[in-house]
């Protein structure tokens, strides 16, 4: 069983950064897709960054060139930097690991920005 813990949300202001951090459990994470998603109340749950195995990176137009998603396979760690935030990112930020068909999740973490 694949457990899924996030840490580093918080309040911040408009411009200012925050370091997101998901620690799985288990023996699959290094060949895992890992995906960082989000939902704002009264909306929809979105994607916002997600990283594979080899690195390979995908962002949500909406957070291109403010947030970085990067992964630690030794320590089992998926990562969200986020930069210039803005009020419109206000939400709860969970992570995600998807290998072999199975889909895990985070139970989630809150990012507020005040303006």
């Known amino acids: 069983q694949v457990q899924l813990v996030e840490s580093g949300g918080g309040l911040v202001q408009a411009g200012g950064s925050l370091r997101l951090s998901c620690a799985s459990s288990g023996s699959i994470f290094s060949s895992a897709l890992m995906g960082w998603y989000r939902q704002a109340p009264g909306k929809q749950r979105e994607l916002v960054a997600e990283i594979g195995s080899f690195g390979s990176t995908h962002y949500a137009d909406a957070v291109k060139g403010r947030f970085t998603v990067s992964r630690e396979n030794a320590k089992n760690t998926v990562y969200l930097q986020m930069n210039s935030l803005k009020p419109e990112d206000t939400a709860v930020y969970c992570c995600?690991?998807?290998?072999?068909?199975?889909?895990?999740w985070g139970q989630g973490t809150q990012v507020t920005v005040s303006s």
């Open positions: 995600r690991l998807l290998f072999n068909g199975n889909v895990y």
